[in-house]
Structure formats: structure tokens, C-alpha cells
């Protein structure tokens, strides 16, 4: 194999961050198809396809998006030799793109991240959306992995992969009684006052279907589909809320909040979405499978 023409690279990585063949050309003083030429030439010396033409938009592949993150890496390091020489170094870091439900436990993010964080050669980006938006980022190679509190769906064709992460216990949680009486589950909903998700949380879903079969129809004082908000709600109302302790680790640890019980049969998952790659982000495979990488600690077991 020949070694990597660099003129046939930068011209790829132009049209990659332009995201258009003419923008680009312009750019580099050049011709559109002389632009054309020379990334067919690399294409042609990689043997992959980089970019595929979406309407008249130029999308990269997953071997573009590979080829991009090494032609980022390559381009870095020149500005970060003349850098040194200059005496400015800068430390060169790898990148991982986290997507996150936006109603994700944000204490379960950190956990899970827990093993990168503070590093100084790896770089952490964490976007937040719904979660059609996020698998959309992911079949386009622009995130990594999906976190998220269900699994996305996937039929026999699909390139999606769903590794379940963790399973938490639901609890009924609030501010300590002054009076210390022990609270029955689920009588006392009959007179005390509830926080819930919101009726697209799976985790409302069955605890609705409990209170069904045990004939109580509560009283709601709010539905929340973001968890933060639901923890701030906890600490600051009268009534009981239904969240995964690990959303209000903090405030049980604190005796801010005090936890009166679990529901029984009512469990939140977690999930990390990947897509099927050829090329795998090797910190994300440590993230996933720790024991594989005596670099990155092993995520707890239990949250």
C-alpha cells in the first residue's frame, strides 16, 4: 500500500468541514472537478466510499466520518508542532460524542462518563435531545452513543444496538415527616400528594397500572418529563415524588430528602445506543466492555 498522499487529505477534510464541493474549491482556489479528482484518488487508495450525495447535500460515510476525525487529528497535530516549537504546547486528546435523552438522570450520566471525565487527553461532547433527533445523529455518524432510558427500536435490518447498562429501583421520595410516621404504600396516596414523570415515561406507565389494580386514584400536584426539574420539585414541595433514587443521590445522602419506599415490580433501565461500526470509537468500546481496557476504570455495577 502506498503511503497517504497529505494534498489528496487536506483536500478531503476542506470539503468535509464545508460540507459542499463548491465551497471548498473556492476556498482552495481550485476547480470544483479538480477537487472532485483528488478525492476520488483517496477514496480510491483507501477503499471506501467518504462522502454519498443526499439530495444536493454531501453527507460523509461512516469511513468519512472515521477518515475525518484522523484528518482532524493529522491537521491538529501540525498546530500543535508549531505550537511547541514555538513554545505554546498544546496536549493532543482524543473525542467522544455523547448523546443524551434530555430527561436523563444527568447523576446517571456521570456515572457512566465517570471513567473519562478529568482526563486530559479526552475530550467530552454531551449533546441532549428527543430521542428520534438523537438516533438520527447517530445513523449519521455525528455522536457516538445514544443514552437513554429505553431501548430504541430495531426490526432485521436495523444497524442498532442496545446494551443495557443498568436497571434502578423506583422510589417514592420527599421531604422527612416531622411527625416520623412510617408511610404505607400505596394507601397513603388516598391523602398525600404526588410528583410524577410524564405519561411518556415508562416508569409512570407502571406505576399508573399499580394504583389501578389497587383501586387509588392520586392526587397529582405535577407531571414532569424532566428529571432535573422532578428533583428540584422533590426538595422544594410538600407530597412524595416517584423518581430513581440515583436522581436524588445528593439529597438522600444529604437527609434533605428521605426515600419512604420502592415500588414493587417497577424498574428504570438505562441503555447505550450504538450503531454497528466497522471503525468503533476504542473509548467507547472501553466504556462499554471496561475489562477489555486496563486504561479506563470499570463502571460500577450498581448505581
Not at 483507501?46 to 439530495?55: A, D
Request: hydrophobic residues 45%; glycine residues 4%.
Amino acid at each position: 500500500m502506498r503511503d497517504l498522499n497529505f494534498n489528496h487529505l487536506r483536500y478531503f477534510w476542506a470539503v468535509a468541514h464545508e460540507g459542499s464541493l463548491t465551497r471548498a474549491a473556492e476556498r482552495m482556489n481550485l476547480s470544483q472537478s479538480a477537487l472532485s479528482v483528488q478525492i476520488q484518488k483517496l477514496e480510491h487508495q483507501m477503499g471506501h466510499t467518504l462522502f454519498e450525495r443526499v439530495g444536493r447535500r454531501l453527507e460523509l460515510t461512516e469511513a468519512g466520518q472515521i477518515a475525518l476525525d484522523y484528518a482532524d487529528t493529522v491537521f491538529e497535530a501540525g498546530k500543535e508542532l508549531m505550537s511547541t516549537l514555538q513554545g505554546r504546547p498544546v496536549a493532543n486528546r482524543q473525542v467522544l460524542r455523547v448523546g443524551a435523552l434530555t430527561t436523563l438522570s444527568r447523576n446517571f450520566q456521570l456515572e457512566f462518563l465517570r471513567p473519562l471525565v478529568g482526563r486530559a487527553d479526552v475530550e467530552l461532547i454531551v449533546r441532549s435531545g428527543t430521542m428520534r433527533d438523537l438516533l438520527a445523529q447517530l445513523e449519521a455518524h455525528t455522536v457516538d452513543v445514544v443514552l437513554a432510558n429505553s431501548a430504541a427500536p430495531r426490526d432485521a435490518r436495523s444497524s442498532l444496538r442496545n446494551h443495557l447498562l443498568n436497571q434502578q429501583p423506583v422510589s417514592l421520595v420527599g421531604r422527612p415527616r416531622p411527625d416520623g410516621r412510617t408511610f404505607r404504600f400505596p394507601e397513603d396516596l388516598r391523602s398525600v400528594p404526588v410528583l410524577l414523570p410524564s405519561l411518556d415515561s415508562d416508569i409512570r406507565v407502571a406505576f399508573d397500572r399499580v394504583l389501578d389494580l389497587a383501586g387509588i386514584r392520586p392526587m397529582v400536584l405535577a407531571e414532569v418529563d424532566d428529571m432535573a426539574m422532578l428533583r428540584l420539585l422533590a426538595r422544594e414541595r410538600e407530597g412524595v415524588t416517584l423518581v430513581p433514587p440515583i436522581v436524588v443521590r445528593d439529597e438522600l445522602e444529604a437527609g434533605v430528602l428521605v426515600e419512604y419506599c420502592r415500588i414493587p415490580d417497577v424498574t428504570e433501565t438505562f441503555y447505550a445506543i450504538v450503531q454497528k461500526r466497522r471503525f468503533p470509537n476504542q473509548l467507547l468500546a472501553a466504556l462499554l466492555h471496561p475489562s477489555a481496557s486496563a486504561a479506563v476504570e470499570r463502571l460500577p455495577p450498581a448505581f
